[in-house]
């Protein structure tokens, strides 16, 4: 998909140098929207690069980039099944702070690839967003996202938990 200031299309194996550079940013900007730390991230092999930048073309996976014209990665997301019950699972969202908001368009973009695809697993969208994260939890709730009630435990401080968030498809 091709947009105004940017492309979007999904991750390749060849990919997993941009992939764990994106990854990283991701995790020094916002430490607490993940479920990995930056020391663990930063300690990973090449294979693992190389699987993650191959969900992209993983059954009943999906992982999505957003690409400036100058070639750098501007946005991510991804999405994945972990079980027929649960059904699509947005995860891995990630802006770049330069391309945030409604006027840029990535998030909405992205967010719409990432539907479209869900749409072929189910009938409705998931995700867990930090307790914290007030800005995601904003966004998801202006696009039709709403808070379920349901709360998991956020698996790298179990003092903190995580609320979950279902979009109707």
Do not use: C
């Not at 979007?8 to 991701?26: F, G, N, P, Q």
């Not at 930048?53 to 980039?65: C, D, K, N, S, Y």
């Not at 409604?102 to 995700?127: H, K, M, N, Y």
Request: charged residues 25%; without cysteine.
């Amino acid at each position: 998909m091709v947009t105004e200031g940017f492309r979007i299309r999904t991750t390749h194996v060849d990919d997993w140098r941009e992939v764990r550079a994106l990854r990283l940013e991701m995790l020094r900007d916002t430490p607490i929207a993940f479920g990995e730390t930056l020391q663990d991230a930063e300690g990973h092999t090449e294979n693992e690069w190389r699987m993650r930048a191959a969900r992209g073309t993983a059954e009943h996976g999906i992982a999505l980039v957003a690409i400036d014209p100058a070639g750098r990665w501007v946005g991510t997301m991804g999405g994945y099944v972990p079980d027929p019950g649960t059904g699509a699972l947005l995860v891995g969202v990630y802006v770049t702070p330069d391309h945030r908001g409604r006027e840029s368009g990535v998030f909405d973009a992205l967010l719409l690839a990432i539907q479209d695809w869900a749409r072929g697993e189910g009938d409705r969208l998931t995700l867990h967003v930090h307790e914290d994260n007030s800005r995601a939890r904003a966004a998801y709730l202006r696009r039709g996202f709403a808070e379920t009630g349901h709360r998991v435990q956020y698996v790298l401080d179990a003092s903190a938990m995580e609320i979950e968030m279902v979009k109707p498809l």
